[in-house]
């Protein structure tokens, strides 16, 4: 339970303060003073674990460096250096336990140091993941494993102990704190990294698979460094085994020799002061120094004396082991002694003896033996003396035993190898080679050799001969972990520098170009493949460009042509009936692409009916186009069969809703005006409301319950509704194009807008109010582009009775006279009372004299009257039109009759006089002539 509670201990920390730190009150706290209160915090619960470890089994569990490795990487760099630095500090000063002490406290700051790194550079302060997180605490922790082989290389069986018994549960219990808190953070803000998203970035598959080469270079270099490790530690072994076993060899026969040669010596130098030969002086010599034989050979190699009779006469050239001495008779031979190994003897190889021999004074050569008995007895003091506290590495040993393979050299003499545990087995094991057998409890690793008829054993325990091969191995496997951690992060340096960044920049140029910003150009030159790939978008974004404009080409040309085919469909020659004089019509569009959806139509249905109409379909380019075109042909088709106008939309409703799988639909206001009465009535099928305009008065909505649009809905009905428009009134249609043109704030131009521009001009010609509203729209609209197509419409009434006679005079004055005498007969016929002819002789006086001085003052022009009578409504009709400057005689304010004739201002009392007598009078200007109409009622 501690060691949960060890291990969680920094989620209860890190996991609330990092949620803490997303309430907006903390937001407002400077960064820096959050990031020194965050590494505060994490700096003493570094502290509190450090001195608050778990035992765990063997081995003990301190989490202290997984509160600063989640100060750094889950929070910022700053908390990072300073939780680091405040836990290094106390270790170092206050901490129990002075063998890590200092490496530790290194450790703990430089932790602080890398992951303040990581935070900034690595992670470009971002949070990692859980993964992330672990495997820096891994390496955070092999760092801090590393300090303590270095600063303990003196001590390095402590040092690998201390390893041994604790890294893996300190790298672990440290690594295994931070990602549960990592873990549980990503847990409850669902992020991405721990649910699984369905594309991942360049970088993190790089990442993934490169951890994955590190990882498997890591696996492959570590055995090959233990194999390596293992293969040098038991040559090393062996060869200190085969080392200490052949110098006691070599003692054994140095020892051995002195002696030998010491015994020779005096055996010459008594054998020279008795200067007797004879056997029994030999036998005595033999006797006295505890030697088997004593031999004096001549030159020729023969057995001159001896104390053993029988070899007298013995050649010393007719054997292997007695012929080796022949070579102190040999010049070539610098020394004048030698000293044989024990081994049989050539006159009889069963036996086996050790010999000396030293050339005497006299030529002769001296040579003594000892037997078996006596080498044994001799030499077995001088090898106890050789071996004593004579052993290999700390715990191991060196025997030396007999033929029966007792052991010599001991306190207790009595001990053989079997004794002690040691298998030998002299048939199958050689000399030389290496063994293991069990001695006192443990493995041992053991050689032995033959010197002198003895057996050299030397032995190391498995254990200790393991110990430097394990610790190479770790310190071999730690430091590997440092460099290929220093390695990966070399390589993802250098791989996002000089690829993933300009991959990014490249990907940035591409969004912006697959987002229509074909202007771009990539600029990214970090090397060779990279300027090429550089070069190469661009010349495709070139081509592409080249094949927009030829295609843009084709299409405008083909746009053009579309829109030449609309537009002609709709009536564009103004005045569209010239010699009509009841009426005037001008209209225009503007689409918001190269063809749009609105449209407007007007045609006479018979001599004293004229329909008009506006519509818009809903969408814009082709498809409305081609659906405009449809409804046109479709209400202009109904009107020709002289319908009622709402009877003409109710049809042509259910029309265009067959075979709309599209859905489209059509807003539509119609009228028909009957020119001669002046009764007009239309139907609205969701239409803006037109304007109309009463002479004399401004611009007034025509407001009417809409019905439903065209083609929205079968069996729908349409409203018929009726006014009377009068001589000088005149109705503006217009699309919502109009009212809902935007300016770049996505304010609308709307209909008080509207309204207020269309009666400051309401007085001028249709064809020039129009375009002036489109340049106001486009003014208000600035920058902005326009949306929706623009159409709009005037009909303009000036009548209902066509002009019966017409006669054309000069425009003079003494011309008037006839022009009265034209009228006159015109209202004789119709019976008109002398008052009235006299009434109306006036107004035609006071309009002609004005045409005749003012019309042409350049030079002579005509004066063309014109006379109607309507019989139902007894109302005559006066015209006057001259092709003089443009004059309108009616915007002349009415002169002040209260005053006298010298106080009024000069002109304007004709054209008052006029009206006063005349029902209605109205002027206009239309294909270059001044036109005056009057009506008067019989």
């Not at 820096?136 to 402590?158: G, K, P, Q, W």
């Not at 690594?175 to 990503?186: G, N």
């Not at 993933?500 to 940035?508: A, P, R, S, V, W």
Request: with cysteine; aromatic share 12%; net charge negative.
């Amino acid at each position: 339970m501690n060691v949960v509670i060890s291990i969680l201990s920094n989620s209860f920390v890190t996991v609330p303060l990092y949620f803490l730190l997303k309430h907006p009150k903390i937001k407002e706290i400077p960064y820096m003073w959050k990031q020194l209160a965050i590494g505060l915090i994490f700096g003493l619960l570094a502290i509190y674990n450090s001195d608050h470890g778990v035992a765990y089994l063997d081995g003990y569990i301190n989490v202290r460096d997984a509160s600063v490795v989640l100060s750094g990487l889950a929070f910022g760099a700053p908390a990072g250096l300073i939780s680091g630095f405040l836990s290094g500090l106390y270790r170092l000063i206050l901490g129990t336990g002075t063998y890590t002490r200092l490496a530790s406290s290194i450790a703990t700051m430089l932790i602080g140091v890398i992951c303040a790194i990581q935070r900034k550079y690595v992670l470009e302060g971002r949070r990692p993941s859980w993964i992330y997180g672990a495997g820096i605490t891994c390496v955070c922790e092999d760092i801090h494993m590393l300090l303590i082989c270095s600063f303990n290389m003196r001590e390095t069986a402590e040092a690998y102990s201390y390893i041994r018994n604790s890294s893996i549960r300190i790298v672990f219990g440290n690594a295994l704190s931070v990602a549960i808190a990592l873990l549980i953070i990503a847990m409850l803000r669902k992020d991405k990294e721990y649910y699984r998203e369905k594309g991942e970035r360049i970088t993190r598959i790089f990442t993934r698979y490169l951890v994955i080469c590190i990882t498997i270079a890591y696996c492959l270099t570590s055995l090959f460094t233990y194999r390596l490790q293992s293969d040098i530690s038991e040559a090393e072994v062996e060869g200190n085994i085969f080392r200490s076993i052949q110098e006691i060899k070599v003692d054994i026969l140095m020892s051995s020799k002195e002696e030998m040669l010491s015994i020779a010596k005096d055996i010459e130098e008594e054998y020279e002061k008795l200067g007797s030969s004879s056997i029994s002086t030999l036998k005595y010599l033999a006797d006295s120094h505890g030697v088997y034989d004593i031999n004096i050979i001549g030159s020729d190699g023969i057995v001159k004396r001896s104390n053993k009779p029988e070899i007298i006469g013995f050649d010393m050239n007719s054997g292997t082991q007695s012929r080796e001495f022949m070579r102190l008779f040999d010049e070539g031979w610098n020394n004048n002694e030698f000293v044989q190994e024990y081994g049989p003897v050539s006159e009889n190889g069963s036996i086996s003896r050790k010999y000396c021999g030293i050339l005497m004074r006299n030529g002769n050569l001296l040579q003594i033996g000892y037997s078996h008995d006596q080498f044994r007895e001799n030499l077995d003091e001088q090898i106890y003396s050789v071996i004593r506290n004579r052993h290999i590495g700390n715990r191991g040993f060196i025997f030396v035993c007999d033929e029966d393979k007792k052991i010599l050299a001991s306190e207790n003499q009595e001990y053989y190898l079997n004794d002690i545990g040691i298998r030998f087995d002299e048939k199958n094991m050689l000399p030389g080679n290496f063994y293991h057998s069990e001695y006192d409890g443990e493995i041992y690793i053991f050689s032995y050799i033959i010197s002198e008829g003895y057996y050299i054993f030397g032995g190391i325990p498995e254990a200790e001969a393991n110990y430097m091969r394990d610790f190479s191995t770790y310190f071999s496997i730690l430091l590997q972990i440092l460099v290929f951690t220093i390695l990966f992060f070399l390589l993802y340096f250098l791989v996002k520098r000089v690829i993933i960044k300009n991959l990014e920049t490249i990907n940035g140029n591409l969004s912006e170009i697959s987002n229509g910003n074909l202007d771009v150009k990539v600029d990214v030159h970090a090397s060779r493949e990279f300027s090429t790939l550089s070069e190469d978008i661009n010349k495709t974004v070139d081509t592409l460009k080249k094949y927009i404009r030829e295609a843009e080409s084709r299409i405008d040309a083909e746009l053009e042509y579309a829109k030449q085919i609309q537009f002609s469909a709709l009536p564009s020659v103004f005045p569209p009936y010239p010699d009509e004089e009841r009426f005037d019509v001008f209209a225009c569009m503007f689409t918001a692409k190269e063809v749009g959806g609105d449209f407007y139509d007007f045609y006479k249905i018979d001599e004293d009916r004229i329909a008009f109409l506006i519509a818009d379909v809903s969408g814009k380019g082709i498809p409305a186009s081609l659906f405009m075109m449809r409804a046109k042909t479709t209400i202009k088709d109904l009107a020709e069969q002289k319908l009622p106008v709402n009877e003409i939309l109710i049809e042509a409703n259910n029309r265009l809703c067959e075979g709309n799988e599209a859905g489209m639909f059509v807003t539509v206001f119609m009228a028909i005006a009957d020119l001669k009465t002046g009764k007009l009535t239309y139907a609205n099928a969701g239409h803006n409301p037109p304007l109309l305009l009463r002479k004399g008065g401004d611009f007034e909505f025509l407001r009417a319950r809409p019905g439903l649009v065209l083609a929205g809905m079968e069996g729908m009905p349409y409203r018929l509704n009726e006014i009377e428009i009068l001589p000088g009134d005149r109705i503006f249609l217009y699309t919502d194009g109009v009212t809902e043109a935007t300016d770049e704030s996505n304010n609308l131009f709307g209909e008080e807008l509207l309204h207020s521009f269309i009666n400051e001009h309401k007085d001028e010609l249709a064809k020039n109010l129009l375009p002036m509203l489109k340049k106001a729209i486009d003014g208000f609209a600035g920058n902005a582009p326009q949306f929706d197509d623009i159409t709009m419409l005037i009909f303009d009434y000036f009548g209902g009775i066509p002009m019966q006679e017409e006669k054309t005079f000069p425009a003079d004055i003494n011309a008037l006279p006839d022009v009265q005498s034209f009228f006159e007969s015109s209202l004789e016929k119709i019976g008109c009372s002398m008052k009235t002819m006299m009434a109306v002789s006036v107004a035609i006086e006071e309009i002609f004299v004005n045409v005749a001085h003012y019309a042409y003052p350049e030079g002579e022009g005509d004066v063309t009257v014109g006379f109607s009578y309507d019989s139902d409504s007894r109302t005559a009709g006066f015209r006057i039109r001259d092709k003089g400057i443009r004059f309108n005689p009616l915007e002349h304010k009415d002169p002040d009759i209260t005053l006298s004739a010298d106080e009024r201002s000069i002109g304007g009392l004709g054209i008052f006089i006029t009206r006063k007598t005349m029902d209605s009078v109205s002027y206009r200007y239309y294909k270059g002539e001044n036109i005056l109409t009057m009506k008067k009622r019989i």
